[in-house]
Structures are given as C-alpha cells and as structure tokens.
C-alpha cells in the first residue's frame, strides 16, 4: 500500500498526499479562479486544433512544439522523481501531446500537477496518477487494452503508444466522440472508440492483456475480469468516496489476485454500476 502518493481531489481524479495538504493552503486564493475557468469550460469538449498538422503514433517531439519543455519538465519532476521508473512508460509521457486533451483556456495548465475539468462535470486526472495506472497496468508492445471511461481520451494516446491495439468506451456521448475525433487527428490508427457503459467491457475484442478503468464501481465488474488475458491486469479504484486504487491480476489457471495501491477519490461509474 502507498498511502503517501495518492489521495483525495475534489474533482474525481486523484491527487499525492504531500501536494494536497500543500494545495490545501492555496484553495482561498486560487479557488474562485479555478471555478470560474470550470464555468467556462463546462460545454468544451473539444480542443481547438487549427493549424495542428497530424503526427502518428510514437512520434518524436516536434522542436517546434512550444509544450516540448513543459512536457519534460513534466516527465522529470511529476514521474521519474516519485516512483514511476518504466523507460517506456515514461516515453510515451514525453510523446503526448497533452496539452492537446485539454480545453484552450487551459492549455497552459496542461502539463502542471493536477487534475484539469474537461466538460460534461468530467476531469482529466492528473499525470502522475495517469501513469501510475498505466504502470500497473505493464502494457504490453503487441497487447491489447481497454481504456473504460475515456474522457478526453488521454489515457488512451498513452495506452496507444505502448500497445498495438487499443478499445476505448466513454458514456458520455459527446465526450467519446471528441476524443475519437482528437485521436484521429493525432494520428493514431491503433484505437477505437465507442460510446457505451464500460462495465461489461467490450466482448467483441476480448481477451484484453491489460483494462484500466477511471471511474469508481463498490465492486470490481465481473465482465472486465472474465475479459482480462491470462497474466492480464485490471486496474481500478474500488469503494465509495475514499476508494482502493486496485491491481486485479489474472493468473494462468483463471484465478485472481487483488493487490491495493492506496486511496484515490475518482468520480463514481455510472449506468449498470449504480444498478448493482
């Protein structure tokens, strides 16, 4: 259990402990702020790309990227200084364009060390949890993967860059289509996107070596652990309101074993997750 690097937000994501005790002190000043920019952003979900030329997966960092230095700085100071030592993990941070899975207005903020609101009352969660995650998740090069609960669909790209394949599902109807069409426009060919209730999976592609789901279910779904590869891992927070960020592993013999990661807070699963 890592109680020191992953705690509560108010926006659905997950925040370290140290950085929310110390944004703590900083809310009086900073909060109307920030609320006023989530007003303005509410209906946005989708980046304006004009002038931004496609690039395919895997790509290097454009030169004349204007984010190159954010986004290393990024990389250097959030990931590799805690515990996210993966070299590819850490590539494929340091490829992504996130500025570009964020509204304009917050363009500047793309690469800081939260969470950011993307509309429809959703959150783009901050990076150090987005790679975490995806670390515990060990991608592999020729796999397959899952992303449940899309959202702007940077999680997605990330999983992109590591896999071959790559199935995305958002409930939110214009949420899932903005990041099919961002991904699209980003190059890459590896993934498919579709609007549904992620919590039965997507059959059709399974088995899945890896799933990640960022929305939290009281249990973890059934659908997505049959659907998990041998050796495949589940990665999710489970509970209401302080939630487990759990490993479920699948063994060769079809069993499972659940390891916890720490607490998270992220926004609960919604459609048959509430139902159960």
Wanted: hydrophobic residues 40%; charged residues 20%; aromatic residues 8%.
């Amino acid at each position: 259990m890592i109680l020191s690097h992953v705690g509560f937000n108010h926006a659905g994501s997950a925040y370290p402990l140290w950085y929310s005790l110390a944004a703590a002190a900083a809310v009086c000043g900073a909060g109307l702020v920030y609320w006023a920019i989530w007003l303005m952003t509410l209906g946005a979900s989708e980046p304006n790309s004009a002038g931004q030329s496609r690039q395919p997966p895997s790509r290097k960092t454009d030169d004349a990227d204007e984010f190159a230095a954010d986004r290393q700085s990024m990389v250097d100071r959030q990931l590799r200084a805690r515990d996210i030592d993966d070299p590819e993990v850490l590539a494929a941070f340091n490829r992504v364009p996130r500025h570009r899975f964020v509204p304009p207005i917050l363009q500047h903020l793309a690469y800081a060390d939260e969470p950011l609101p993307i509309g429809h009352a959703q959150t783009i969660s901050q990076p150090y949890v987005v790679a975490l995650m995806t670390q515990l998740a060990k991608p592999k090069r020729h796999g397959r993967a899952l992303d449940v609960g899309v959202g702007s669909g940077y999680q997605t790209a990330v999983l992109a860059e590591l896999c071959d394949e790559v199935y995305g599902i958002e409930i939110i109807g214009p949420l899932a289509e903005a990041a099919s069409r961002r991904l699209a426009e980003l190059g890459y060919k590896n993934v498919e996107v579709r609007t549904g209730d992620g919590y039965r999976g997507w059959p059709e592609h399974a088995p899945f070596d890896c799933i990640i789901v960022a929305a939290a279910a009281d249990h973890v779904p059934q659908p997505l652990i049959d659907q998990l590869a041998p050796g495949g891992r589940l990665v999710l927070p489970v509970g209401h309101g302080w939630q487990e960020l759990a490993v479920i592993e699948k063994q060769d013999d079809g069993s499972v074993r659940r390891l916890d990661y720490g607490p998270v807070a992220f926004v609960p699963m919604t459609g048959e997750a509430e139902r159960k």
